[in-house]
């Protein structure tokens, strides 16, 4: 697909295979049935995203006995029955003043055991719990844990039209001034870059100058950049529904001696962690392979993260490359590796890309260079 190409949109057929298989990899587990409210899980089964998520109970229950259906409250019907996936749907309401949950209820069998997703409401849950005698549910990721995490072919070409977005989006944002302006204001740039070069959504513009730098969670401040400066620039959103989420880290003028060495280590973590990469190994092994090289380096402690997340309709989801995940790597799965060394008070550094697993390696789907680029 040429970038600029928006690809076909998912029909009702392409959500219908998905329910199918959700169902079927519920049955494989031992579970009745998959039951979803809105969030990422739902926007995969049926393309529908409620304008708003309330405490009104949306629920898509997918089981033997009857077609894949999808209770909702009655004022939001119409918006429901519009959503892509809505043809190969049965629909169900209730009405203000009704119990949602007994309305649920005749979708569920007494002392069943169901997948459900992880973002579902306590609220929901525990409706559910008392509306259907003797029913029990597992988080969807424990349940299911492979439901999302590969990708098909139409997933990858959104994953890499939204990779090479952001791609485009650094190329920009090298070029604009850095020292003298907030943090904030690089931000809105590297926003506004997403935008323009077709993400419907922005997530994140984390922009770490200096100290700052050295909190990975630190998103954008009013801290003045400074010359000599090290920027953090972590940065992703949805594009055809899909995420992108890259990080390269920049310095203001020419690095120091220090400054360098410290983005190396990081630079050959990275590139350890992606040449890991290929089907069969642990999700651990990844993390344990940029690990091995910062800590090799001396900065081992100062690595205060996981290696890696998943992405798909969402910008974070599993698998983690994190030790003690033992799922094996699967073609088509999709992840970040993105290593980092943080010196409190100091600087951080941190390179991300997005990789998927291919049969025999990985190929990644960010291709910015991974040097340390001189900003102005
Ligand atoms: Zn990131
Ligand atoms: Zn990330
Ligand atoms: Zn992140």
Not at 103 to 111: D, F, I, Q
Not at 212 to 230: F, K, Q
Not at 306 to 316: A, F, L, P
Request: aromatic fraction near 6%; include cysteine.
């Amino acid at each position: 697909m040429p970038d600029d190409a928006a690809p076909p949109p998912f029909t009702a057929d392409d959500f219908a295979a998905r329910q199918q298989r959700a169902l079927r990899e519920a049955l494989d587990a031992g579970l009745d049935g998959v039951l979803v409210t809105p969030g990422p899980d739902l926007v995969w089964l049926t393309g529908y995203q409620p304008t708003a998520i309330t405490e009104r109970l949306t629920l898509l229950a997918l089981t033997p006995d009857r077609p894949a259906t999808l209770l909702v409250p009655r004022l939001e019907r119409g918006d429901a029955e519009s959503a892509a996936g809505a043809p190969a749907l049965a629909f169900a309401d209730w009405s203000d003043g009704d119990d949602p949950y007994a309305a649920s209820s005749g979708l569920l069998r007494p002392g069943g055991r169901y997948g459900v997703s992880d973002s579902a409401w306590a609220l929901h849950l525990l409706g559910l719990q008392r509306a259907v005698a003797g029913s029990s549910y597992v988080g969807l990721t424990e349940g299911l844990p492979m439901l999302r995490a590969v990708k098909g072919d139409d997933e990858l070409a959104r994953l890499a039209a939204a990779g090479a977005a952001a791609d485009r989006a650094y190329e920009e944002i090298v070029g604009v001034r850095f020292a003298g302006r907030r943090e904030t204001e690089v931000a809105a740039d590297l926003a506004d870059l997403l935008r323009r070069f077709g993400h419907e959504q922005v997530d994140f513009t984390v922009v770490g100058s200096g100290p700052n730098g050295a909190n990975p969670h630190h998103e954008a401040g009013s801290r003045v950049i400074e010359e000599g400066d090290l920027v953090v620039l972590d940065f992703g959103g949805l594009r055809y529904g899909y995420g992108s989420d890259t990080t390269r880290t920049v310095s203001v003028g020419e690095p120091s001696a220090r400054q360098q060495e410290v983005h190396d280590v990081v630079r050959a973590a990275q590139q350890a962690g992606v040449d890991a990469v290929r089907p069969g190994v642990a999700c651990q092994e990844i993390d344990r392979a940029a690990r091995a090289v910062i800590e090799e380096a001396g900065y081992g402690p100062q690595f205060l993260h996981r290696t890696g997340h998943g992405i798909g309709v969402t910008t974070h989801e599993p698998p983690y490359m994190v030790e003690g995940e033992q799922q094996p790597l699967v073609p088509g799965m999709c992840f970040s590796v993105e290593p980092g060394i943080y010196l409190a008070g100091e600087l951080g550094v941190r390179i991300e890309d997005i990789v998927t697993v291919t049969d025999d390696g990985v190929r990644r789907l960010n291709s910015t260079d991974h040097g340390l680029r001189v900003v102005g």
